[in-house]
């Protein structure tokens, strides 16, 4: 029985694969118009990254203002969007990391110390949104950070993890690379005759 475990050669593109989740949550995050949203009926306010959007009660039609017009909104959107292409950056060395044979474990402890600035740009970007918004844009009704917002932190939170992963990963060099024998248990002699 094969057990697939941290120390698995086979399982090594489980870091890249989790690096591509977190890219495809951020390309979500980045393109949602869900970091804003009305709580509930009638449903008159919503915003993305980019802008800000409105509409009265009866109105079906969106009056939207941009974001960028204001320091706070470039400033968030600038932070969230460089740790997003340092992610894909991280991303593509984390697949050349791998795909050799005879693998850099300092490449991959730096691949690990990037994804920590990935980390930092995006909670900055992340705490900026919400804190300046609720501060320079009238609310109207009740309004609740919402989908895409959500899947910024989720984004952030696996590339966290990702970057301990990467940065602890050399700690298991042996066993990744399949350098270390596996234990072989054996009984007794007295309880296993046919070794004798």
């Known amino acids: 029985m094969v057990v697939c ?8 593109w ?59 909104g470039r400033a968030a959107a600038a932070t969230y969007l460089v740790g997003f292409v340092i992610l894909v950056i991280c991303f593509a060395l984390a697949v050349i990391a791998f795909s050799i044979e005879i693998l850099r474990f300092n490449f991959v402890r730096g691949i690990g110390g990037l994804l920590f600035v990935v980390a930092a740009f995006q909670i900055i970007g992340l705490v900026i949104y919400p804190v300046k918004f609720t501060e320079d844009i009238p609310l109207t009704g009740d309004n609740m950070f919402s989908w895409a917002y959500g899947f910024g932190w989720a984004s952030t939170v696996v590339v966290i993890g990702c970057a301990f992963f990467f940065c602890c990963l050399p700690n298991w060099e042996d066993e990744v690379l399949g350098n270390i024998k596996p234990p072989c248990y054996y009984s007794s002699p007295e309880r296993a005759p046919y070794l004798n």
């Open 14 to 72: 489980l870091l890249p694969l989790l690096l591509g989740l977190a890219i495809i949550m951020g390309i979500i995050a980045l393109a949602g118009r869900g970091w804003l949203e009305s709580e509930s009926e009638p449903y008159v306010q919503q915003a993305s990254l980019w802008e800000s959007c409105t509409r009265g009660e009866d109105d079906l039609n969106w009056n939207c203002e941009s974001l960028m017009d204001y320091g706070w």
């Open 5 to 12: 475990g941290l120390a698995c050669w086979r399982c090594r």
